[in-house]
């Protein structure tokens, strides 16, 4: 089923959401990776706010490259979510509602999915040129020494991506693979 979502990402919105549905974002989202991650939580250790609102966002794992004259942002491909694994428990607690990304994650990410009522959505890797086209701005937020993988906001119009791990726990990755075995 296609749905058009505009973020921020509440419950009510998980809530209308299974695995398998395509989805269009709209709206504001926050660009970050495993260094990026690595600083939050370190943050986060020595009592310190997050750089962005939590709550309700969504935070794509992205490293973008340059930007081409007149356009915000350069290729903007999905990175391998798993290596944010060990970070996305504790911001998931914290009110984090999507991740965007590509590929498996573990056992514990999926049970701070179910536990907040949270989804992961998958972009499709290899077409960073086109989820670009995507991008409306974007701009650094926090951690500009990291060069490609400095916390960035970028504004979204329909950008596309699958939901994969639903509030409930259901994981495409699981049942597609279920389902072609039968055929």
């Not at 999507?98 to 994650?105: L, N």
């Not at 514990?108 to 536990?115: K, Q």
């Not at 990755?173 to 075995?181: D, F, S």
Request: glycine share 8%; hydrophobic share 40%; net charge negative.
């Amino acid at each position: 089923m296609d749905q058009y979502i505009t973020t921020p990402v509440t419950s009510e919105t998980t809530a209308g959401l299974t695995a398998g549905d395509y989805v269009y974002l709209t709206g504001t989202i926050y660009v970050a990776r495993d260094a990026a991650h690595k600083r939050m939580i370190e943050a986060l250790d020595r009592g310190e706010e997050l750089p962005i609102p939590i709550r309700d966002a969504a935070i794509y794992y992205m490293g973008p490259s340059p930007a081409r004259e007149g356009r915000p942002i350069g290729s903007a491909g999905p990175t391998t979510a798993s290596r944010m694994d060990k970070y996305a428990p504790r911001l998931l607690d914290l009110g984090q509602k999507a991740m965007i990304g590509k590929g498996k994650r573990t056992k514990e990410v999926i049970d701070a999915i179910v536990r907040n009522q949270a989804v992961y959505f998958a972009a499709v890797g290899g077409a960073g040129a086109l989820l670009s086209k995507c991008i409306i701005s974007s701009e650094i937020v926090c951690y500009e020494d990291l060069g490609a993988e400095a916390v960035r906001k970028i504004e979204v119009k329909d950008f596309p991506a699958i939901v994969v791990i639903d509030r409930n726990g259901n994981n495409l990755y699981e049942t597609a693979i279920r389902e072609y075995a039968q055929e």
